[in-house]
């Protein structure tokens, strides 16, 4: 069976009420995927989470595609696992156990947005890791380099600051003629 979206849909035994995977049958190592999501599931990731890490550690759908969150959320539903209905705060702490910080404890550390956390680890300006695209950052400061950053974005600011007042003083002086 195809649903709406292209994705196989589970077929459901009403005699046995037991779900079967048609491309999923011969597939070697079931027990140990399903054991596997069940883990990640009750540790509270969502699906494409679990599909990523999933993919991070080899696995492979039926066809020997890559996971997706799509394919994670048939077989979820088929084996009665509950969707996640919000991402729990322990999942992304602010520091991780090992001392590095999650975006959101980056930015709150600095004083910026988690946006800009982001664009300096896609443009190199911030170094730090993840298991596999998609998963948490862990990004190493240490308490040097959060006094440089924050120095550095305090220079920034009382530069703009600066420029701004001395626009607007351009400005009122054009607006009453001392120009």
């Not at 550095?152 to 626009?167: D, K, N, S, W, Y």
Request: aromatic content about 8%; some cysteine.
């Amino acid at each position: 069976m195809q649903n709406t979206k292209g994705r196989l849909s589970a077929v459901v035994s009403v005699k046995t009420n037991a779900v079967q995977f048609p491309f999923y049958a011969d597939y070697a190592n079931l027990e140990a995927l399903q054991q596997r999501v069940r883990e990640l599931h009750a540790a509270q990731h969502p699906d494409e989470d679990i599909a990523h890490i999933l993919n991070a550690e080899g696995w492979r759908g039926a066809r020997g595609r890559c996971f997706s969150s799509g394919m994670v959320w048939d077989l979820r539903k088929a084996w009665g696992l509950a969707t996640m209905k919000s991402r729990p705060e322990h999942i992304h702490p602010s520091r991780w156990e090992d001392g590095s910080y999650s975006v959101e404890g980056a930015a709150a550390a600095v004083g910026v947005y988690p946006g800009t956390i982001r664009k300096w680890l896609r443009s190199g300006q911030l170094a730090g890791q993840q298991a596999a695209k998609g998963l948490a950052w862990h990004i190493p400061l240490t308490d040097a380099q959060i006094a440089q950053i924050t120095a550095r974005l305090e220079q920034v600011r009382q530069r703009q600051a600066g420029q701004t007042e001395a626009a607007h003083k351009r400005s009122r002086d054009t607006a009453s003629g001392n120009a």
